[in-house]
């Protein structure tokens, strides 16, 4: 109980705004603050210690030649709402990293990506970052085959210090949240029809999870309140609610 209470008073937040746009939530890490920026959808920013970190950096969300350059790009899978050569190329530099998916791999054009496949654990400007599955079990297309079958999509664990942040990417409750072998600080979970997750599903993978923070984002016209009710008697997670429609 000791260690739950400590790591909760470090989790002290502020809202922010980049270029008077977007909020962002601030954590303490064992090595410096986190900021995490909210720039819409599936879209995500983050910095820490210096380094600016672009998660699927797409043009629908920002107007990505006004953005921060990035040190670090990750890209969650190949859909165009996550996928987005002209956002990422705004914010390339000569040293900026980039991680993708094979498939993603596949529409860099000259870009030399690093691709990470399910359950590859890479160390990027000492941040650890881990491939975990992203996948559909139940919604499916009219044919039959999965909105994002399984092993062509990633989601994302970075390690900040001793702080482990989940951006989980367009995914369903999957059963290796099940298994997870360390404590996630902070989730970042997908919630819309008929691509993800219902607030049900997320509230069951927040369950397995166990995230201290949990942020519902690529929710579209789903009600993030519903997931709130769903978890209201989970004391263990506090529910923030971000304007990432």
Known sequence: ???????????????????????????NTSEGELEMFFI????????????VI??????MAADYA??????LILVTHEHGDHLDMTAIKHIMKADTKIVMTEKCAGQAGD??????????????DGIRIRAIPAYNIVHKRPGGGAFHPKGDGNG???????????????TENIPEYRDLDMKIDVAFLPMNLPYTMTPEMVADA???????????YHYGETDPQKLVELLKSDKNIEVRIRDMK
């Open 206 to 216: 927040a369950k397995d999870i166990q995230p201290t923070i949990l942020y519902p």
């Open 54 to 59: 672009h998660i699927d950096p797409v043009m």
């Open 66 to 71: 006004t953005m921060p350059d990035a040190d």
């Open 111 to 124: 870009l030399d990506p690093m691709v990470m496949k399910n359950g590859d654990v890479k160390t990027i």
């Open 156 to 170: 994302y664990i970075l390690t900040f210090g001793r702080t482990n942040v989940l951006v989980g990417g367009d």
């Open 40 to 51: 819409g959808h599936g879209t995500l920013m983050f910095k820490f210690n210096g380094k």
């Open 1 to 27: 109980m000791k260690s739950i209470i400590i790591f909760t008073m470090a989790l002290t937040t502020t809202i922010v705004s980049l270029r008077g746009q977007y909020a962002s939530d601030r954590i």
